[in-house]
T-cell receptor, first 111, second 110 residues
């Protein structure tokens, strides 16, 4: 998707290992978000950022941490991956809490 | 907490039909509402964004309406095509975050 990339696209990891997902934007947007998408639950907000080093929790933040040291990068870390964190993770950006632009997603499997 | 519901969960129509997808939300204090399309295994593509002060938005064969007071939005698709087959999601923006419905899976049969 234009202006926003997620890496990796796919990852398989073992229970108990730390995992970091990266969201990179070239739009210089202030707001960045991490969502997870699961069948029957839709998309749920994990964490979001409203500026460099400014982050806040969403509704499903337990077990996740984030960092934003530069405007363009927003990192999501699973501190100790569990099978319940198997999901598709989406990053989204917006210039001023207006409409979202989404990344292509990261499919994470925890075995 | 804002709750967003989309009905029906799945819909199958013959090609050429006009159709309406529904989205309802519990708290009318919204900033805007956005409709997305998601193809299997893919990300979300924005279709239409309606600000809280607007009643509707149009793009090609798509028309989205918003009735904030009743907590409803509809997405109207005219002259449906097989390429419209996808899951359609609505998202309500409260100003702090978007709340998503679980989507309507649309199949257009040739």
């Amino acid at each position: 998707d234009a202006g926003i990339t997620q890496s990796p696209r796919h990852k398989v990891t073992e229970t108990g290992t730390p995992v970091t997902l990266r969201c990179h934007q070239t739009e210089n947007h202030r707001y960045m978000y991490w969502y997870r998408q699961d069948p029957g639950h839709g998309l749920r907000l994990i964490h979001y950022s409203y500026g460099v080093k400014d982050t806040d929790k969403g509704e499903v933040s337990d077990g996740y941490s984030v960092s934003r040291s530069k405007t363009e990068d927003f990192l999501l870390t699973l501190e100790s991956a569990t099978s319940s964190q198997t999901s598709v993770y989406f990053c989204a950006i917006t210039p001023d809490r207006d409409g979202y632009t989404f990344g292509s997603g990261t499919r994470l499997t925890v075995v | 907490k804002q709750e967003v519901t989309q009905i029906p969960a799945a819909l199958s129509v013959p090609e050429g039909e006009n159709l309406v997808l529904n989205c309802s939300f519990t708290d009318s204090a919204i900033y805007n509402l956005q409709w997305f399309r998601q193809d299997p295994g893919k990300g979300l593509t924005s279709l239409l964004l309606i600000q809280s002060s607007q009643r509707e938005q149009t793009s090609g064969r798509l028309n989205a309406s918003l009735d904030k007071s009743s907590g409803r939005s509809t997405l109207y698709i005219a002259a449906s095509q097989p390429g419209d087959s996808a899951t359609y999601l609505c998202a309500v923006n409260t100003g702090n975050q978007f709340y998503f419905g679980t989507g309507t899976s649309l199949t257009v049969i040739p």
